[in-house]
Every structure is written in C-alpha cells, then in structure tokens.
C-alpha cells in the first residue's frame, strides 16, 4: 500500500503566519488523487482539498495545496485562531485509499 | 444539508460484536458511496471499507478481513457497519463517510463519529 509521510510532525506558529506542510508518498500518485482534511479535537475530519490542489465550497481561500508525483503541499497563507488543529493527507489513487499521520499546527 | 447522523456510544467486552448505523439526509443516498473510517485514541485515521448503497459492491481493509460487514438500507439511507471478535486494539472513534461512488474516493462529509470502548 502507498505511504503517506507528513513533515514536519508538528508546527509552532503564530496566528497571521504562513504554514506550509508537506505529504511525501512512497510511490507516485496521480495529484487527482491527493486530498487533505484538517480536525479538531472532538470533530471529525473537514475536507479542505482534494484533487491535489481544489477547494469544496466553502473553504476559505487562504488554504491552498499543491504538488504531484510524490510530494504535495498544503499551505495556508495567513494562520487563524481557529486553524490551530491537526492536518492529514489520504491518496485515494491506489487500494486501499491511505492517510498519512498528521501535521499538529499549534500556537506558538 | 447534507447530514450523516451516527448511533451512540458504545462499551464492549473482548469477543463480542458490535453494530454502529449512519443515517443520512440531504442527498440521494444511492449517488455516492459510504467508507468507514476509524481513529484509535491518538491516532490517525484508518481506512476500514466501502460499500456503494447504488448496487453493494463493497471492499474492505485487508486486516478486517472476515470481521466486517458493510450493509445499507436504502428505504432510509442509512449504512451499517458491523466488527466481530471485538479486542482491545479496536476501541477507537468510528466514523462513516460520504466518498464518491468508487473503492477510493475523498471525503466530503462525515458523520459526528462513534466512540466504541473495547475492555473486560
């Protein structure tokens, strides 16, 4: 199965800086098949991008991703109090689907 | 809107089984698949199976094997996930999953999650 490896494991920033947070994979995957989901304590996971780099409705601009092959990047411009949460990344190109193990952005 | 409501809480001995329903709302339930996704205490997510409410193909995670069973009800669009031979290891978050109609797919919109407690 495809692994997905999240760096860094954790991230202090303060709000109104820039994250950047990296998904490596162990083999290609097509970036339509790249997606990540933030979650909070208590929630369940939130779709904030899929296809690599498109946002659902209703996602705020300031959360972008990128990337293909094997590294992909979600980045949000301009950190708020509530983005201060976990980050997964999930393929979805080859079975079974995988997540990585997550990104815990903090306040710094 | 689109809603997926799941069932209570749930504590269970070692052996036994256990059942957890997702009903959903807002959309043609047969349009697009269910997954089940769970979260041990501070984990990450584990992918557990799909089935499409469409026509019930269905896959599941290689570990599961022989453990789980994925149904719906398509008179009340609602999916079910049933885990036997309970240990100790699952006790985790359960949670259901709206994905595209396909074995892989992203997830748009989850339900609250279900916390199973598997101990003696």
Known sequence: EVVLTQSPGSLSLSPGERATLSCRASQSVSSAYLAWYQQKPGQAPRLLIYAASSRPTGIPDRFSGSGSGTDFTLTISRLEPADFAVYYCQQYGFPPETFGQGTKVEVK | ?120
């Open chain 2, 1 to 120: 809107q689109v809603q997926l409501v799941q069932s209570g809480a749930e504590v269970k001995k070692p052996g036994a089984s256990l059942k957890v329903s997702c009903k959903t709302s807002g959309y043609t339930f047969t349009t697009y698949g269910i997954s089940w996704v769970r979260q041990a205490p501070g984990q990450g997510l584990e992918w557990m199976g799909w089935i499409s409410p469409y026509n019930g193909n269905k896959k599941n995670a290689q570990k599961l094997q022989g453990r789980v069973t994925m149904t719906t009800d398509t008179s009340t669009s609602t999916a079910y996930m049933e885990l036997r031979s309970l240990r100790s290891d699952d006790t985790a978050v359960y949670y259901c999953a709206r994905g595209l109609d396909s074995s892989v797919s992203y997830k748009d919109y989850w339900g609250q999650g279900t916390l199973v407690t598997v101990s003696s």
